[in-house]
């Protein structure tokens, strides 16, 4: 469904000024962007801390790590045992790049017992290796490490052991917003750069916490785009990807980065591998807002 006349007029000052925030966000992170579209999932190091968590193989109960996310800053405390049965702490410090973190390991000794009296906390360390987490979304991963010369590698899941969230409300229905996009690696070498254009986008979604879901672009330029696909929900968060079919011939496939949505706004970060008549990598956002 094309935007009225009528719509354009009411929305053009409002969707100008989103398509210029939009324009200056997007360009500001432009080269990390272009750098992480090698990967599906990227971690979000803005002001959301999407990693902080208990973690655990589930199939290995009896050990585990405490991840606290800060930013780009990653402060990982390993509770394991050593080969004698002795409880033993480890903590690694690194900074997230794209989906990854690594650091050095740091074996703690010592300490102060909380049943007694406060005398110095008698504590040492010792550096015995180093780890690197990689992630392929917000609650699952691998962690990599080397302790005394031995290497291991685990596949780690958060622990999610609340009731759910409730799932991120009012993503479906009609939105008036802006598109940008920047592409890479074109076939035709004059395809690359930014785009930028309004219009609007219907949304529907079928289902609670997952299902089908469409997302259907009118362009203020008479384009029509069409990003079909499914939907999945891990308490608040919402991940999205599908195929993508464009009325100029674009074609392609999509998966989603980052979702936010409020009552009045929503942005959705995709990255889009178009495969047909172009074969561009996209860094894409598409942003709207709503009476």
Request: proline content about 3%; hydrophobic content about 40%.
């Amino acid at each position: 469904m094309k935007t009225s006349p009528t719509n354009v007029n009411a929305v053009r000052d409002v969707i100008g000024h989103l398509l210029f925030l939009l324009a200056v966000v997007f360009t500001s992170g432009a080269t990390s962007r272009a750098q992480a579209q090698v990967q599906v999932f990227t971690i979000d190091t803005s002001a959301a801390q999407p990693l902080t968590g208990l973690w655990w193989n589930a199939i290995e109960s009896g050990w585990g790590a405490t991840l606290t996310q800060q930013s780009s800053i990653m402060y990982v405390t390993m509770f394991v045992y050593d080969a004698a049965g002795n409880a033993t702490w480890y903590t690694v410090s690194c900074t997230i790049f794209a989906a990854t973190c690594s650091g050095d390991m740091l074996r703690f000794r010592g300490g102060q017992t909380p049943t007694m009296p406060w005398s110095g906390s008698g504590l040492n360390f010792t550096k015995v290796g180093s780890m690197t987490l990689a992630f392929s979304s917000n609650d699952a991963g691998t962690m990599s490490y080397t302790i005394d010369g031995v290497a291991s590698t685990r596949q780690i899941t958060r622990q999610i052991f609340g009731p759910p969230a409730p799932v991120i409300p009012g993503l479906a229905g009609q939105w008036q917003g802006a598109i940008v996009e920047t592409r890479s690696n074109c076939t035709q070498s004059q395809n690359n750069g930014g785009r930028a254009t309004y219009g609007q986008y219907d949304i529907g979604m079928v289902g609670t916490n997952a299902g089908p879901i469409t997302i259907m672009l009118s362009g203020v330029t008479g384009l029509q785009c069409t990003y079909s696909g499914n939907f999945t929900t891990n308490g608040a968060r919402l991940m999205a990807s599908g195929g993508l079919n464009c009325s100029d011939g674009k074609r392609g496939t999509w998966q989603s980065t980052n979702i936010i949505v409020t009552a009045k706004s929503m942005s959705l970060e995709l990255a889009v591998q178009l495969n047909a008549t172009e074969t561009c990598t996209v860094a894409a956002i598409l942003g709207g807002l709503r009476p």
